[in-house]
């Protein structure tokens, strides 16, 4: 939380300099549930967005940010987008859970206000509501599945087990995991849930051996109930391979689930190999003397993708910026080699299909790129 | 007459406060007022019929999700699904009212808790019906009888819910009703005893408030056009609970006191403390209970008698 | 077959740990009728204290279990101290200390919430992780040794309250607080004494339950539910009855998942429709108090 507020205090100084600003809005969450993926990438955002104001800012004029807590809290979320709009924010940077993320759109859709999410990967973001202003930069649940596929394909599976949490997103996931394997004509023979709150997955765990699957495909988006879900799948002994959405990508596991993750694949939009991502470590670790981990890499893209559209407007005007985005390209830090953010077809998504790498954890590190993209 | 024009004056104005706000504060204006409908309607359950429940949240959720759900997956015509969606709160109160008369105190407290969360999962679980865990959004509220109503207009109507709302409840406290709700708060043995029907005073508390609840999340639904199960979790059940007691139980005023100071408190605080904002509530809301645990309203009484006095 | 005892392991010890909260609620409840939802936070506590003593400063562990221990007794006289005796004192209403406390529940959460990084931490396994048979019952060292400690727990609160003076001190002010008073029993030594031990006992729940759930700030509201489910089930009136609550409900919850044909996700709501047909039909629980 220093490193925030450090940040913040220097682009805050940063931003008194200038005569006149850019105002750009953040809705992050940082006391409720989401903190754990807020935090970090808000941080990013903020890193980001200093480096953008070194450089010279946007147009000759420095970002101001001006970020607000929703407490991952969907009605105080709607609130905020609003206050934000009425401050006179170009842009708005949803940096909170899936539902909060969804009950701004309502305002911004209204308010005809550019609004994107690095970091979401629900897919109904862009498909619930036609809002033409919303954009959703996260690695989408249905990609992830699809890359997890491809790699699979070489296993032959037939029969898997699908097990996920109750929270929203890992609801969301499953459902988009379980679709994507039943196109694959791969049976899902055991569905189970660990709700939050858990003190044990071994029902669960017991119910999916009962099944006997070839493989376990894991949804779940809460640490501690994945936890509890390694831990049932070592006490009973099971042997067949877990796969994983991106969220065994956060670096958390390595220190909670020692000894319980080595061959674990899971899918990740960071390949610790890419130029991009090796430039961006440094000059954190200069900047602020800490590592980053992938969680900053979805925030500090994020800020580049919103500096890159204004720059390509040539004008804060909003209609100007929403055109901009629509037809942007972009290459960031995040996504395999050589990916690049669009938006073709009128799309809202602009992760690349092909832009996610499969990793797997070897002992408790997070280990080599196995597999990129979808083919 | 004088009483009707008071009603009509209030009425004019808060409505008209809206139409000189921005989005942002007609935003929060919006959501506070729907806070106090539900504290005051809490209030007579609670503070002046003696019934501690949770539920009340799972009803206000109950009612937004039923007129979604009548107006745009069975397409009911809008007067018919304001009916439909309080005749299934009244079915629901009636049917969680009438056996947990039987239990007292914590007993109730456990009871409504439990069913507040039951809530929670069947919204959580109810697939394409509610939402599942994403919730409803993409509707927008009708036009009723060709009124196209919008924006501040919307507020002139949230006005009018908690006007009405505080009327119907001040006029029941003062009748023998609200005597008889005391009576069974205070000593259920000796209000029987008085010729009070003990079980039929609380099932209709109960139902009414529960009612009342249920058409406050009906207007809710309209306010952000999206209904969703966060929105209507167990914590805003003893959000509520707190603003009841903070303010002073069994007083309207202590009700409005309640919500209005705990539901703008994060938002002064959060630009003030920073991510501490929450800390700092826990911190006040003890101090406040520990200062005044008869309410904050009793500062006022007291002020009151010391202006009397002098 | 095999599956069912397997599960039983886990099951109990779960049922072990919610005994342990019920226990907590138990000790608070019967000398003054609050109720302390702040529990599931002292839990926390107890959770954190091992991430920071165990994990990352290596105490051996029964040091950093004393260190907790009675860290938390003073945690808990501290609460009572300043937010139960003020409002008991004026007289205030029984439900304004409850309030308190759910206020010190947020207080309590909050404190950590800033003071740790958000992510899941891990506390240590006592005996490490491995897999252990007795009597052709499987299940994990930690498993076992959560059963082990919570039966002694158990043993000696029992003990305590048939068998020492104190203890009948205690049961006294539970039937009767002013009788109790015009004996000569200090009151307000009683209720400071009961928080205290309440709070070790969540907190050493907390600490047992925590290598394998992980150290983290919401880990609290869920156990005091469970908790407080167990203490209804089993009967305020019994300390056996929280033991017998807490066991309850944790067979139902995970036999339930296993065997009932329904999908997961309505699984979460069993026991809670357990708990509401539970208290219409026997609000005062399983086990009766002694009269």
Known sequence: ?375 | MRAGATWLAALLVMSGAAFFMGEYYNDVYRKLLLWVTLALGYNFLFGICGQVAFSHFAFYGIGAYSIVIFLFQVHLPFPLAVVAGIALCVVFALAVAIPSTRLEGFYLALATLALGQLFIVVLNEGGAVTGGTGGIANYRLPDIFGVHIRGPWYTGVIVALVLSTYAVLLRLDRSWFGRACRAVRDNPEAAAAMGVNVTRTKVITFTLTSALAGLTGMVYAFVDNTVNPPIFGIDNAFLLLFMVIVGGAGRHAGAVIGAVLLYLLPFWLSPLVGHHHVLVFGVLLVAAILFQPKGLISLWDKLQARVRRA | MQDFLELAVSAAASGCVYGLIALAYLLMIRPTGIINFAVGEWAMLGAFGGYVLLTQREWPYPVGMAAILAGMFVVGWATERVAVRPLVERGAPILAPILALLGMLVVFREAVSVSFPPDPLPVPFPFGIGRLEIAGVGGSYQSFFIIGVTLLVFAGTWLFFERTVAGKAFEAVALHRRAAALMGINLSRVTAFSFAAGAAVAGLGGLLVSPNISAHYLMGVPLAIQGFTALVIGGVGRVEGALLGGLLVAFAEQLTIRYAPIPSGYAQGVPLLFLMIFLLVRPTGLLKAKE
């Open chain 1, 1 to 375: 939380m220093k490193l925030f507020a450090f940040l913040g205090a220097l682009l805050a100084a940063g931003a008194v300099q200038a005569q006149d600003t850019i105002k750009i809005g953040v809705i992050t969450d940082r006391v409720g549930v989401s903190r754990p993926y807020s935090e970090p990438s808000t941080e990013g955002l903020v890193f980001g967005a200093n480096e953008i104001n070194k450089q010279g800012g946007i147009l000759g004029k420095k970002i101001e940010l001006l970020i607000e807590d929703d407490q991952s809290k969907p009605d105080v979320s709607a609130a905020l987008a609003r206050k934000l709009i009425d401050q006179g924010v170009v842009f708005i940077l949803s940096m909170s859970l899936t539902p909060a993320t969804q009950q701004q759109q309502t305002v911004t859709m209204e308010a005809k206000t550019p609004q994107m999410t690095p970091m979401n990967s629900g897919d109904t973001l862009t498909t619930q509501l036609p809002n033409p202003y919303f954009w959703q930069t996260g690695p989408l649940g249905s990609i992830q599945i699809a890359t997890l596929l491809a790699h699979a394909r070489s296993k032959n599976l037939k029969k898997v087990a699908l097990v996920t949490d109750n929270s929203d997103l890992g609801q969301l996931i499953a459902r988009f995991f379980k679709s994507g394997l039943e196109k694959s004509n791969i049976a899902v023979v055991s569905e189970e849930v660990v709700p939050r709150g858990a003190t044990t997955a071994m029902p669960q765990m017991q119910k999916v051996r009962a099944a006997n699957p070839d493989a376990v495909f894991l949804a779940g988006v809460l640490t501690a109930e994945n936890v509890l879900i390694f831990r049932a799948y070592k006490e009973l002994g099971l042997k067949f391979p877990i796969h994983s959405s991106y969220n065994l990508s956060v670096p958390v596991y390595m220190t909670v689930a020692k000894g319980l993750i080595d061959g674990v694949t899971f899918v990740d939009a960071y390949d610790p190999d890419k130029p991009q991502v090796k430039a961006f470590e440094a000059a954190y670790r200069k900047e602020t003397g800490k590592d980053p981990f992938n969680m900053h890499g979805y925030g500090y893209d994020g800020i580049h993708l919103v500096a890159e559209a204004i720059k390509k407007a040539g004008s804060t005007d909003k209609e100007k910026i929403r055109a901009a985005m629509q037809s942007l390209s972009y290459e960031g830090v995040m996504g395999a080699k050589g990916m690049k953010y669009s938006f073709p077809d009128g799309k809202r998504a602009g992760f690349d299909p092909n832009g996610m790498v499969v990793r797997v954890y070897e002992g408790d590190k997070q280990g080599r790129v196995v597999y990129t993209g979808q083919k």
